[in-house]
């Protein structure tokens, strides 16, 4: 088991996600490594999606570019939420202008051909790259940091919902109608998918946690398409038994949970799944959504990343404005969303020049 020492004072993001409300807020942005930035683009041509994902030389490299570029707080490991159900056997492979494309599960017999025996074994790439990268951030000659240590190293995985979503769909959708429908018409097979997710979710990240990720967070997209009973059962119900398998073996370390679009049900959210943060997505007024959130939990959150795409005073003032919505709170700067690939370098240079160095 990881032994967990008193946080660096160095380390504002881990502090934060800890409860301490700094002032300026750390900071690291969701797709922080992306196609916006012209090294990720050389890397991207040399190698296919899951390629870059399971060869740790690629995916170290990948994390860290943000870090020299930025001085992030945050370095969040390069990867995918379908990892997971591809590492269990599911079919999985991305195409150019469509995105990820899977074999779907739709039967019992889809469903009994996943092997959660093959995780830990397809996902020891993985668990290498965060190895690496603890080694490397946490060196006496870490990298883009305000001082050796500095940069927080986050793992993460999809919610077993939205994870889900794709499992059944096979590919994206808007609506992800056939999954949802699953949900209602068959609900025992679709109760042993999300039996499986929420198990094998709990251990893999437990086992970024064993290999060096200091705080991990669960990224569920499409927790906003249910209703209230439906995300109380899919969303919050899941999210709780993941915290809790967890918290029983690394009671020290932070989970931030994401449920996007997830409306007025984040504060019970906050309330009822034990996560130590929620992030928030572009539609949530950070000004309402702190007095729904009890006032231990953490935000993060949560720029438009339109705003970082258009730039300019628009988006510094925008940028403001959230960093004081979140002032006196745990609070880490972050996007609504992920970095849109056409934003150009220089206004994120200009983004968290203006968050940290504003007045």
């Known amino acids: 088991m990881t032994t967990h020492t008193q946080i660096p004072s160095a380390k504002r993001l881990l502090r934060t996600l800890n409860g301490e409300a700094l002032w300026p807020p750390p900071m690291w942005l969701m797709r922080q490594a992306g196609r916006f930035l012209p090294e990720f683009r050389a890397m991207r041509a040399q190698a296919d999606f899951l390629t870059r994902c399971m060869t740790p030389d690629i995916a170290v490299e990948l994390t860290l570019q943000p870090i020299r570029r930025f ?66 951030l946490n060196g006496p000659d870490s990298i883009g940091a305000a001082a050796p240590g500095a940069t927080t190293l986050i793992g993460f995985t999809g919610s077993p919902f939205t994870v889900a979503c794709y499992m059944v769909e096979g590919k994206g959708s808007r609506e992800f109608a056939t999954t949802r429908q699953m949900a209602f018409c068959e609900p025992k097979l679709f109760g042993r998918l999300m039996d499986l997710l929420t198990q094998t979710t709990a251990d893999y990240l437990c086992a970024q946690i064993e290999a060096g990720a200091e705080a991990v967070m669960l990224f569920d997209s499409w927790a906003g398409l249910l209703p209230p009973e439906e995300f109380r059962r899919h969303v919050i119900a899941p999210t709780r038994q993941i915290v809790q398998t967890i918290k029983a073996r690394y009671p020290h370390v932070r989970v931030v949970g994401f449920p996007r679009l997830g409306g007025v049900m984040v504060g019970e959210y906050a309330r009822e799944t034990g996560v130590d943060v929620v992030a928030l997505d572009t539609g949530a007024d950070m000004r309402i959504v702190r007095d729904m959130v009890p006032s231990h939990i953490g935000l993060q959150g949560n720029l438009d990343p339109v705003a970082v795409l258009a730039g300019g005073e628009a988006m510094r003032a925008e940028a403001l404005a959230i960093r004081e919505a979140g002032r006196g709170r745990a609070h880490v700067f972050n996007l609504g969303h992920g970095v849109i690939p056409e934003t150009p370098v220089d206004h994120v240079v200009d983004l968290v020049r203006t968050v940290r160095e504003t007045p």
């Open 71 to 136: 001085a992030m707080d945050g370095a969040i490991l390069f990867s995918d939420i379908l990892i997971l159900p591809w590492a269990m056997g599911q079919s999985l492979r991305f195409v150019a202008g469509t995105g990820p494309v899977l074999g779907p599960i739709r039967s019992e017999q889809d469903l009994n051909a996943l092997d959660p025996a093959r995780i830990a074994q397809v996902t020891a790439p993985v668990l290498e790259t965060l190895s690496r990268l603890n080694a490397i």
